[in-house]
């Protein structure tokens, strides 16, 4: 190993661990759905061998656990890329294994409609060379190919996660935004993924790039771990201090959800049981608000963010949390935090065909 190599290894901040429930603690705290005949599609889920692994067979259980869950986006995670050939194209193994589980759903007759989305991946450094990538994904997403994800959640302190650490400034360079622009001229929109430290280059690019949708994951990273461990009041008040700039851009949409994720430093899975979902429903109630007053229903849905979220609680329970949420919504706020603004975001049903 050279110094140059050893300089940089050492510059890397230490991983955050990550805890996986097992089966017998998920299962260890039933629910009945709350309002089941409610429909909803799940806009943010991972296929991964990560995680302690999540397949489609656990994907069908968990959607059908009395949930009315009719169709799911899946939001890349790195996995089943291509090991060799073309490095631009190596995200397109990913893209095709979901088309692969999804048809194999379709063909045992299950209810859902599984990754009726895909969000997948591509470089967009590349600027406008990205375009032939982003046609590719979309031949391989055989009509279910919806948008790119390039995450650039990153902290001095920390690393985490399954995803490369993206490099700095990674929202604000130019090539960069031309990628994005490449994005709205084959009608596909965009998942940011950054941590709450970073919404200031959610914004910037919001703005660089109006023409295309913005989806900004799981509220926007409000971090409990690292320099926040033990200070929620400091971390909250300066996420929320970001909502309203953000919901000011018309091109941004919320996803809510993304809780179990560690760098929200919520600790559910240490316990001896799960929390039940009145627990997490007031434990989440404060950020959900929060967004809900700033960009309004039509602007905000529901995630499920699994197989990371099992650190919650099981599938059916993280769902009644979020019905628990909407309680005093109207019909037409439930039905846009549960369905209707995914549908319109990643044109799904009878949205595909507007």
């Given at each position: 190993m050279n110094s140059s190599t050893q300089a940089h290894l050492e510059e890397q901040p230490p991983l955050l661990p990550t805890r996986h429930p097992g089966a017998a603690w998920l299962a260890s705290a039933p629910e009945a759905p709350l309002e089941p005949g409610r429909r909803i599609i799940d806009p943010h889920h991972h296929f991964s061998?990560?995680?302690g692994g999540y397949g489609l067979d656990d994907l069908l259980a968990d959607t059908g656990s009395g949930h009315k869950i009719e169709a799911t986006v899946y939001v890349q995670c790195g996995w089943e890329y291509?090991?060799?050939?073309?490095?631009?194209?190596?995200?397109?193994?990913e893209t095709a294994a979901v088309v692969r589980l999804a048809e194999a759903a379709r063909s045992r007759g299950a209810a859902?409609?599984?990754?009726?989305g895909i969000v997948g991946y591509a470089d967009l450094?590349?600027?406008?060379?990205?375009?032939?990538?982003?046609?590719?994904?979309?031949?391989?997403?055989?009509?279910?190919f919806r948008g790119i994800r390039f995450a650039a959640s990153r902290h001095e302190s920390f690393q985490h996660g399954?995803?490369?650490?993206?490099?700095?400034?990674?929202?604000?360079?130019?090539?960069?935004?031309?990628?994005?622009?490449?994005?709205?001229?084959f009608g596909l929109s965009f998942d940011a993924w950054v941590y709450h430290t970073q919404l200031d280059d959610v914004i910037a690019l919001a703005r660089a790039v109006p023409e295309t949708t913005i989806v900004l994951d799981h509220i926007g990273g409000l971090l409990g771990v690292g320099p926040y461990a033990g200070r929620s009041p400091m971390a909250f008040d300066e996420w929320r201090a970001f909502i309203a700039p953000l919901a000011d851009c018309p091109n941004i949409v919320m996803k809510i959800g993304g809780y179990g994720t560690?760098?929200?430093?919520?600790?559910?899975?240490?316990q001896s049981a799960p929390p039940s979902s009145a627990v997490l429903a007031d434990a989440w109630r404060p950020t959900f608000e929060t967004v809900l007053d700033a960009f309004g229903a039509s602007r905000c849905m529901f995630e499920s963010?699994?197989?990371?979220?099992?650190?919650?609680?099981?599938?059916?329970?993280?769902?009644?949390?979020?019905?628990r949420l909407a309680a005093d919504a109207s019909e037409t706020e439930k039905a846009d935090l549960f369905y209707d603004t995914a549908a319109r975001t990643y044109r799904i049903g009878a949205a595909a065909q507007a």
């Open positions: 061998h990560h995680w291509h090991t060799s050939g073309d490095e631009r194209m190596r995200p397109l193994g859902v409609d599984v990754a009726a450094l590349l600027g406008d060379a990205v375009e032939d990538v982003l046609a590719a994904q979309i031949e391989t997403g055989k009509g279910r399954v995803l490369a650490r993206p490099p700095l400034g990674l929202y604000s360079d130019k090539a960069f935004h031309a990628g994005m622009r490449r994005l709205a001229a560690t760098v929200f430093g919520y600790d559910f899975v240490s963010n699994f197989p990371v979220d099992r650190a919650s609680a099981s599938y059916g329970t993280v769902w009644n949390a979020f019905k």
